[in-house]
């Protein structure tokens, strides 16, 4: 197993509206996504588009937030993770256990923000980088 395209790069911000007004601003992105609310990942996110990638921005929903920490630490936000797109995330999540890193959570994929089964690996795993790992979505490479 070898992980493929990089989805995108995730960014925790305390608020989503204003952090897409600064890519569009400064930066020219002007292709973002209307604020979707995801209460199952605890999370609020606007996808600004930009060639091959994304940056998947994302502000805490919910007491139960896996982000609120991380805001705590870095209240003005900062890189969250980066996520690789796998062909087959069940074979990705017990390669990533057979060369011994540690799956966050249940260990088990589950539905992201994409709508395909994700993954995360543990910071620790990565020299202090939070990387997930996504289903590559049907038809990718047709
Ligand atoms: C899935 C929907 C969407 C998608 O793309 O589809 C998303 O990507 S949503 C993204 C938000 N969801 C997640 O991040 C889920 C996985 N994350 C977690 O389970 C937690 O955030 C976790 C365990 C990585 C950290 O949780 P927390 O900060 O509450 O725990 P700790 O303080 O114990 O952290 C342990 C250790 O990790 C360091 N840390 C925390 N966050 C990050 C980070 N983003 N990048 C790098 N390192 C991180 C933290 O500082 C601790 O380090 P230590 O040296 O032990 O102090
Ligand atoms: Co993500």
Redesign the pocket.
């Known amino acids: 197993m070898k992980i493929g395209r990089l989805n995108?790069v995730?960014v925790a911000t305390p608020d989503v509206e204003a952090a897409a007004r600064t890519y569009r601003e400064l930066y020219g992105a002007d292709e973002a996504s209307d604020p979707i609310e995801?209460p199952k990942?605890g999370?609020r996110?606007i996808f600004v588009r930009i060639p091959n990638m994304q940056i998947?921005l994302?502000e805490p929903l919910g007491a139960a937030s896996?982000?609120h920490?991380?805001l705590e630490?870095n209240p003005k936000g900062g890189q969250?993770?980066m996520?690789f797109e796998v062909p087959d995330i069940v074979a990705a999540r017990d390669a990533m256990r057979e060369r011994g890193a540690t799956i966050?959570?249940t260990g088990e994929p589950y539905t992201?923000?994409?709508g395909v089964p994700?993954i995360?690996v543990?910071?620790?795993n990565t020299g202090?980088?939070?990387v997930?790992l996504?289903q590559e979505p049907e038809g990718e490479h047709a």
């Open positions: 995108h995730g995801l990942l999370v996110v998947e994302i896996p982000i920490k991380f630490k969250h993770h996520c966050l959570g992201g923000a994409h994700v995360f543990h910071p620790k202090g980088v939070l997930e996504m």
